[in-house]
Nanobody, 124 residues
């Protein structure tokens, strides 16, 4: 099992920045990839970004490319999401996820473990 705790959400004006963190614990040696997903009220959970935990390759949704940066600190077992130039449509609960055998980074089905989520609200 892998446990994850997100932090860093909050309220920010459009154009502002926020940084999310996700601290992992447990069987972290088994992690193949980690990702960030988000879910807005009344909408399905959607892919934001992902990273191959070992080699560091990154993947982004088109809607956040150029504005968000995913990174990890393996020594600290921590995943990050730096969000710049935030827009009201970025408002959602953001979840970090970890998977042992992720085939498609953008598919939530490939991830085995999920954090509790952190709220990000962007005001216009």
């Amino acid at each position: 099992q892998v446990q994850m705790v997100e932090s860093g959400g909050g309220l920010v004006q459009a154009g502002g920045s926020l940084s999310l963190s996700c601290v992992t614990s447990g069987r972290t040696f088994s992690i193949y990839a980690m990702g960030w997903f988000r879910q807005a009220p009344g909408k399905e959970r959607e892919f934001v970004a992902a990273i191959n935990w070992n080699i560091g390759s990154t993947y982004y949704a088109d809607s956040v490319k150029g504005r968000f940066t995913i990174s990890r600190d393996s020594a600290k077992n921590t995943l990050y999401l730096q969000m710049n130039s935030l827009k009201p449509e970025d408002t959602a609960v953001y979840y970090c996820a970890a998977g042992n055998y992720v085939r498609t980074y953008a598919s939530a089905r490939g991830y085995d473990f999920w954090g509790q989520g952190t709220q990000v609200t962007v005001s216009s």
